[in-house]
């Protein structure tokens, strides 16, 4: 019965590496400082199809899902959510943002769907700035 159970969970979860989304923006911040990683936000809006693409195919790439969650502290937030940061403001959806923990841009934001060899590009990008920005 456990070999089953155990066949079922692997089959199912795909051994997927696991992206945490943080839905605050200032915890995820804290969270960048601890673990002295970059943070990577998505502005998205649960009623745009290009958004739940986006979120659901090209940030669920294996490659760029093992990017996130080991590398970077993600953090998503609703187009309407009043109490976002002013800095975190697109009239275009989704959009992604690169942030230091210190909620500095570490590159400019990139508006719209992108494919995920393109974004995995940007991230390994993101990473080497990070390092001669914040690491010493």
């Known amino acids: 019965m456990f070999r089953i159970l155990l066949f079922f969970v692997i089959v199912t979860t795909g051994w997927s590496e696991s992206i945490r989304w943080y839905h605050d923006y200032h915890q995820a911040l804290e969270e960048a400082k601890q673990q002295n990683k970059p943070v990577y936000l998505l502005l998205k809006s649960d009623h745009c199809p290009w958004c739940v693409k986006f979120k659901n195919e090209t940030l669920m790439d294996p490659s760029v899902e093992k990017l996130l969650s080991h590398h970077f502290i993600t953090v998503t937030i609703d187009w309407k959510d009043k109490n976002r940061p002013d800095t975190i403001r697109s009239g275009t959806v989704p ?6 923990p210190d909620g500095r841009f570490i590159i ?3 508006i719209g769907f ?9 991230l390994r990008y993101v990473l080497k700035k990070f390092k001669k920005r914040y690491i010493r």
């Open 95 to 100: 959009t992604s943002f690169f942030l230091g």
């Open 108 to 110: 400019k934001p990139e």
């Open 114 to 122: 992108w494919e995920s060899e393109e974004i995995a590009s940007d």
